[in-house]
């Protein structure tokens, strides 16, 4: 093509007038200065070019020169995959003595007992799992050799996949003297492969599966509790599968069930108390009096009345420091954990509803709008329609009947957007149906008017 551009193997039309002076974007070797020229190629004109190119550049030196960070000392102690040594696990010490009773064979080179955890999201289950694991390949007798890999079954979840990623985590190359591919083996090959490296490494190996549940079938379990048995391999093999389904176990496969022979141990959430204790105990991410006093409680609080989800306490202290951090504030108030509970609930919230359809989006506009503009909160069918209607109207959207529409409202109820009862108005009204927004109707509204086929909605009608 004369213009340099040239059409790709999928047919999209590529640029490729740069190709031949400059290293293909993506290469590491990429230095700043290259990166400069290829902005200087491009469509800035040239007497505003330097300013502008030493203009980003600046806005980059200056976020990366920032080194003292007034807010953070150690934010590491806030992300999720930290494992807390043992003195900052609060209130699973229970857990913790069971799954060690458990696993307590291991140590001495027998075969550890197969357990199923489970409990809501965010109570410890992974970490207390892990913990207890690392423990046990800590105080293996000198001449029992553990190994313990943890195994997210929600990203590996088929049997290939799971073989795959087991088979490289537990191999180590200098000794075995094989590789393993990550791809490309039959499913039998990374048995083998498995095997192999289990019997040349180790006397005894913990597996977590966690998120167990997601597996697309028992095979897997199937496999590693027949391993032995099966003469695959004299290494002994223990399984730790993690769920948040209590109802899991019981679909097992029945020969599954009888070669695993689980124990079971279930997680509780946790209060608000130890929800507090376990951000106390990590409130040295900060630095020193920078979170004022009521900043954990209040986190602790939130995360309690959201089914006591450790993960989800700490999201919030974490992000409440961003917050600050972005807005240079000296400390982090209660004002930021508010603001940062109220993001991550936006953020949650988007997600859920970017992903429905236009009508739906309609409709849950025309009741946020209501919303907004009343005392109350609870709204019959009918005027929601006529809300509706105006919308579709005034964006040039088709409108669906009524019926169509009631469809609608209860999909949104479904999906926990809307929550909607039935009132009974007496012998002149009937049976009315009352729609309410399960989320802050500011939040919907802001959401929704963030898309681009809801930019031309007039004014009078977003305020009427
Ligand atoms: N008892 C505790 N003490 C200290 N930190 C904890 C405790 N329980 C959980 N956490 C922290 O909370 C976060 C979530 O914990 P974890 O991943 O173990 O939960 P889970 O029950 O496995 O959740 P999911 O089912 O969603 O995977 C982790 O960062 C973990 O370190």
């Not at 740069?18 to 070797?29: I, K, L, R, V, Y």
């Not at 109570?123 to 007798?141: D, I």
């Not at 507090?276 to 979170?291: G, T």
């Not at 900043?295 to 306490?313: E, H, N, T």
């Amino acid at each position: 093509m004369e213009d340099g551009s040239s059409e790709d193997e999928d047919g999209s039309s590529v640029d490729r007038s740069e190709s031949a002076d400059h290293p293909t974007t993506g290469s590491t070797d990429q230095s700043a200065s290259e990166l400069t020229d290829r902005a200087e190629d491009q469509s800035v004109p040239e007497n505003q070019r330097g300013s502008r190119d030493e203009e980003q550049i600046n806005i980059a030196q200056e976020i990366f020169s920032q080194q003292e960070d007034p807010i953070f000392a150690n934010k590491s102690l806030l992300e999720i995959s930290h494992i807390p040594s043992f003195d900052r696990i609060v209130g699973r010490d229970e857990e913790i003595r069971k799954l060690s009773e458990e696993l307590r064979g291991a140590v001495q080179g027998y075969s550890p007992e197969n357990v199923i955890i489970y409990g809501k999201t965010g109570t410890g289950k992974s970490l207390v799992s892990k913990y207890v694991s690392s423990q046990a390949v800590n105080n293996a007798h000198e001449d029992v050799e553990i190994g313990f890999q943890y195994l997210d079954c929600s990203t590996d979840n088929t049997e290939t996949q799971a073989a795959s990623t087991l088979a490289r985590s537990f191999n180590d190359s200098l000794q075995t003297g094989f590789e393993i591919p990550e791809r490309g083996l039959s499913t039998a090959a990374y048995y083998k492969r498995l095997w192999r490296t289990l019997e040349s490494l180790y006397d005894v190996v913990i597996i977590i599966l966690d998120e167990a549940d997601m597996m697309a079938d028992d095979d897997l379990l199937m496999k590693l509790s027949r391993a032995g048995e099966s003469g695959n391999t004299d290494c002994r093999i223990g399984v730790i599968a993690i769920s948040n389904k209590i109802e899991w176990a019981d679909d097992l496969n029945e020969r599954v069930k009888s070669s695993l022979q689980p124990k079971e141990l279930s997680f509780h959430p946790y209060d608000a108390e130890q929800l507090e204790e376990i951000l106390q105990h990590r409130r040295d991410a900060f630095k020193p009096n920078v979170l004022e006093e009521g900043v954990i409680p209040l986190c602790a609080a939130y995360a309690a009345s959201d089914f006591g989800d450790a993960r989800k306490a700490i999201d919030i202290l974490r992000h409440a420091g961003n917050i600050a951090y972005e807005r240079n504030a000296d400390h982090v108030t209660e004002q930021h954990v508010k603001d940062a509970r109220t993001k991550a609930e936006k953020d949650r919230f988007r997600e859920l509803i970017e992903g429905i359809p236009q009508q739906a989006k309609a409709s849950l506009l025309a009741l946020a709008i209501l919303s907004l503009n009343s005392e109350q909160e609870e709204f019959p069918t009918q005027l929601v329609y006529r809300q509706y209607q105006n919308i579709c109207d005034n964006i040039g959207q088709d409108v669906r009947s009524e019926r169509r529409f009631r469809d609608i409202l209860k999909e949104l109820a479904f999906l926990g957007i809307v929550d909607n009862r039935k009132e009974n108005l007496g012998r002149s009204g009937g049976i009315t149906l009352l729609n309410r927004l399960v989320e802050e109707p500011e939040i919907v509204y802001e959401i929704i008017r963030d898309d681009t086929r809801f930019e031309s909605l007039t004014d009078h009608l977003s305020n009427s």
